[in-house]
Antibody, heavy 115, light 108 residues
Framework: DVQLVESGGGFVQPGGSLTLSCAAS????????MNWFRQAPGKGLEWVSY????????YYADSVKGRFTISRDNANNSLYLQMNSLRAEDTALYYC????????WGQGTLVTVSS | EIVLTQSPGTLSLSPGERATLSCRAS???????LAWYQKKSGQAPRILIY???SRATGIPDRFSGSGSGTDFTLTISRLEPEDFGVYYC?????????FGQGTKLEIK
């Protein structure tokens, strides 16, 4: 079965950094592009970032461009999101998801940015 | 950036009724790269439809998608109790891969 397990969320002060991880299993990781999405409390879904299967292409939402970096380690079936200069509006449940469109999702990891 | 506008914001219906949800794009969605997701509180989103009209694996045939260009529709032919939740459309044809604001489908 396809499994995506996010980790690395937590509480961080504004301006701080955090790295999210997503461990993938149950499928050939190298064959799929991956995404990060988020949902802020009481808000809708927001796409955050995309990375192609070979890491040759990466895209970002304007709201995170220049602050967040997506990467993957195909040898270890892992996806990452390095988040810098965090703001209160980055507070959300962050999901990793497989493919374009996103056919499989993890359960999410919560990021809280607050002073 | 393609802006997706969903309507209505809230839909109140009874089990057994037909639901029609709309998603309108500010510009044409390339190759009908339009997906629909269902989101329930405390659960991860679930993909229902991709490519505007193809049902994802395991999705009941009461769910159907249609449309092209800038106008898309998700239809649920006969509502079951488990269908209530929030539905989102998303275009994945051109970055940024935007979502609509969602339609809340609630029990009447």
């Amino acid at each position: 079965d396809v499994q995506l397990v996010e980790s690395g969320g937590g509480f961080v002060q504004p301006g701080g950094s955090l790295t999210l991880s997503c461990a993938a299993s149950g499928f050939t990781f190298t064959s799929y592009s991956m995404n990060w999405f988020r949902q802020a409390p009481g808000k809708g879904l927001e796409w955050v970032s995309y990375i192609s299967s070979s890491s040759s292409t990466m895209y970002y939402a304007d709201s995170v461009k220049g602050r967040f970096t997506i990467s993957r380690d195909n040898a270890n079936n892992s996806l990452y999101l390095q988040m810098n200069s965090l703001r209160a509006e980055d507070t959300a449940l962050y999901y990793c998801a497989r493919g374009k469109p996103a056919g499989y999702w993890g359960q999410g990891t919560l990021v809280t940015v607050s002073s | 950036e393609i802006v997706l506008t969903q309507s209505p914001g809230t839909l109140s219906l009874s089990p057994g009724e037909r639901a029609t949800l709309s998603c309108r794009a500010s510009q044409s969605v390339s190759s009908s790269y339009l997906a629909w997701y269902q989101k329930k509180s405390g659960q991860a989103p679930r993909i229902l439809i991709y490519g505007a009209s193809s049902r994802a694996t395991g999705i009941p045939d009461r769910f159907s998608g249609s449309g092209s260009g800038t106008d898309f529709t998700l239809t649920i032919s006969r509502l079951e109790p488990e269908d209530f939740g929030v539905y989102y459309c998303q275009q994945y044809g051109s970055s940024p891969y935007t979502f609509g604001q969602g339609t809340k489908l609630e029990i009447k």
